[in-house]
């Protein structure tokens, strides 16, 4: 049995995946609307169009399910540890792997820190990498990183969570992957804006290069490994979220280049991730002139345009 804490499109897309290759999975919702059409209707919410196993139980009693060895949490990044909060368990010696990309705006770490700081007695984990939910629940082929400093656990985890569809790889740079995942995120709002304000292609190529130098700039001086960052959880996962239509952060980032609105419902990472990246660097002493004209352009202080002349204005450098 495996748990999952959070029954929205990626929550609800891995728990099919998982059962489809016969291992049984508890979802909990914090809706009992949700809970009530999983159980009643195998359909989600969250992920219209899916027919889930019935193999998939959901439940609102978060105890329940967080009895579960593996313990997958897919949850917004910001809500992460209010989440872990609500179950009373240390969860000692369970392995929790965090499923969400981002960087807690209170704490400054992202998904395995605040599992440590909740939960210390757990075996953190990170599962992430370039993957619309949408295409895993239709069993289309995804490959992903699952990153635990522990490495046998590690291992554990890519034979248990792997399938004939979702072929996961493993890691023991947890920082690096997670990092990767955050970042990306931030960028691909700044890819959105390029392309959304009309500055083409070989613009957000740029970004997309130069982006990714900030993010591994940042998740080395963190400890990451150099080669993580080149891998399925940074480099694979820039590129697919940077280029289609399909990422909330990207087509945020079009609506705020177009200048329309957006969905406020929908989960946009990358937002109070550039917040949080923006407070890191100036505590690291790191200039990150993309995420941080992400961050004012989404929190509204700075326009496009502007941004786009001061990052071009910017003194000439070498690579
Ligand atoms: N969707 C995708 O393709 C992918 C998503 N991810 C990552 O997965 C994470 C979740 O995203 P995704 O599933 O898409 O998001 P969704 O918006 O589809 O769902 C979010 C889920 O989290 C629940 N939730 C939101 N806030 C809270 C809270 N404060 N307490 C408890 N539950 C809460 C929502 O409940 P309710 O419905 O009741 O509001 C919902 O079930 C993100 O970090 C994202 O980056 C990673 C890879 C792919
Ligand atoms: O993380 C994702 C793809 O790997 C999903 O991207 P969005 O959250 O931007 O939709």
Not at 39 to 60: F, K, M, V, W, Y
Not at 152 to 161: S, Y
Not at 288 to 302: D, H
Request: with cysteine; glycine share 10%.
């Amino acid at each position: 049995m495996i748990g999952v804490l959070g029954a929205g499109a990626f929550g609800t897309a891995l728990a099919i995946a998982l059962a489809r290759h016969g291992t049984p999975v508890a979802l909990w919702a914090r809706d009992p609307e949700t809970v009530a059409a999983i159980n009643h209707t195998h359909r989600a919410p969250r992920l219209p169009g899916a027919t889930l196993p019935d193999t998939i139980t959901a439940s609102t009693d978060i105890a329940r399910v967080a009895r579960a060895e593996t313990l997958l949490l897919a949850t917004p990044m910001q809500s992460l540890h209010a989440v872990l909060s609500q179950v009373a368990s240390p969860l000692t010696g369970q392995r929790v792997v965090a499923c969400c990309k981002g960087i807690d705006v209170t704490d400054l770490t992202g998904p395995t820190g605040v599992i440590a700081r909740a939960k210390p007695q757990a075996i953190a984990a990170i599962l992430t990498g370039p993957s619309f939910a949408d295409d895993i629940a239709r069993g289309l082929p995804t490959a992903l990183t699952l990153a635990c400093a522990d490495a046998d656990a590690g291992w554990r985890l890519q034979r248990d969570l792997s399938t004939p569809t979702l072929r996961l790889y493993r890691s023991t740079d947890a920082i690096g992957a997670e990092l990767g995942g955050a970042l990306k995120n931030v960028i691909a709002i700044a890819c959105g804006a390029c392309i959304g304000i009309g500055l083409g292609d070989s613009a957000r190529a740029a970004l997309m290069t130069r982006g990714f130098a900030e993010m591994s700039r940042l998740a080395t001086t963190l400890g990451a490994r150099a080669n993580t960052l080149a891998g399925l959880s940074g480099l694979g996962d820039l590129s697919l979220t940077c280029t289609s239509d399909l990422s909330r952060n990207y087509r945020f980032g079009l609506a705020l280049g177009r200048g329309t609105t957006f969905d406020a419902s929908l989960t946009v990472e990358g937002v109070k991730t550039a917040e949080a990246v923006t407070r890191l660097a100036a505590r690291l002493g790191l200039d990150l002139p993309i995420c941080r004209s992400v961050a004012e352009v989404s929190g509204g202080t700075v326009s496009v345009g502007d941004a786009i002349t001061r990052l071009l204005n910017r003194p000439l450098k070498e690579e």
